[in-house]
């Protein structure tokens, strides 16, 4: 089993230990530099890249704006097709579904296409505890798996491992799970990938259920979507006997000829391809080709919620490329693990903090693991203005703390912590509301800015330690202003 994100402290925390990792941070800096060089050139060679951002932007707007009806048309589209629709409101709803599908068919082992929704929802931690075996058979996840680590990142989960760190995971893990690695096993990527692929083979071919996600679920056909590199979903996804695939509900889209945008957009901004090697697409089921039953699992988990946010619902777009992490100078340091979430990087800080709140220490640290730069922005393919989202999601969390549903509205809870701030932004309210205490306020703090101090006191010592406090004018601009435009202008 996985390592899990439970009960992880805040953002600046757990990433002073990654921080301070030199292993990890070459890792990450080699990667990330490598992949987001590939994919400027990807999207380069596109004159109608601008145009294509936008229609996906649109398209995944339109979608969610209509969400309720396009669910309604997957689940008549799916089930007209032969599969079966289930409705899962959070993770244990989706994972007591999975499970007892399972257990129906009698099986003990899945084999699974790497899924960011069944990782969100902890489903092979779900199905360990009712005795089932989830394998994954991505081979990044299957090195996180067999590491027993955490995913640090949504393309390449195993991202923090250099070559020499998974050959001795391969080493010493793979007979516990299934036929073991190699005899003398080195650390060149053509002997990791046979030794995987020997490892998965004898999975593929014994096990009679597949679990997924999908990248796309299109409304008119109910037809399902999964882009991946290396074969392994295509194979999960037609051998067994029963597939079942969990998605999040923003994974729809209307059309077929909507994927026209998608399938150009995503493999550029996430491996840089200008396609997938593998797209698989299956509509419910067919005689004597693939699986013999289909079972799709519609996620809110949160989503809902999200979508009631007129500035967050944005988050909603993402297509899971990861091209923001890529670009990001804040996750190219800390490394995926400090986010606390299967969603690290730019866009798992807004992600996260809207389907699980604001509650956690981890969740309100979040939207602060930023400095605003705006790369993600410029590079996401459906233009998710994250640094919007996170400055709104900063509102949040010191004005109130976690967002509630009540009723069609999404409100604030009280927070606990975080009161200094608050009781700062009330007094600055009140002074600008004021104007005449503000302009008293002024001239006295002109008048005795020889006094005032270099650093400020108690927990506003270690801010001022390294910054310089600005310099207060000997005269308010405002009196400037009256005394040499006569009160002309506006100043008043
Ligand atoms: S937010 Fe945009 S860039 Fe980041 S993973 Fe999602 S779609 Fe890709």
Redesign the pocket.
Known sequence: MSGTFVGMPAFPVAAREAVGDRTLRSNLRHATRTIRDKRARAVAELDDWAALREAGKQIKDHTLRHLDRYLVQVEETVTAAGGTVHWAADADEANEIVARLVEETGESEVVKVKSMATQEIALNEALEARGIHAYETDLAELIVQLGKDRPSH?LVPAIHRNRGEIRDIFRSEMSEWGRPAPEGLTDTPAELAEAARLHLREKFLRAKVGVSGANFVVAETGTLVVVESEGNGRMCLTLPETLISVVGIEKIVPRWQDLEVFLQTLPR?STAERMNPYTSMWTGTTDEDGPRAFHLVLLDNGRTDTLADEVGRQAL?????????NVCPVYERAGGHAYGSVYPG??GAILSPQLRGTGSEIDASLPYASSLCGA?YE????A?D?PEVLVHLRERVVQGGPAVRDGNRVVLKPARGHAAERAAMRAAQWAFTHPGALRTGQRLASRTRRLHPRTLPGPGRAWSGSRDLPAVPAEPFRDWWQRTHGGKGGAK
């Open positions: 949504i901004s777009r993402c297509i899971r490329c990861s091209a923001c992490l730019p866009i993600c590079v996401c393919p459906v998710i994250i």
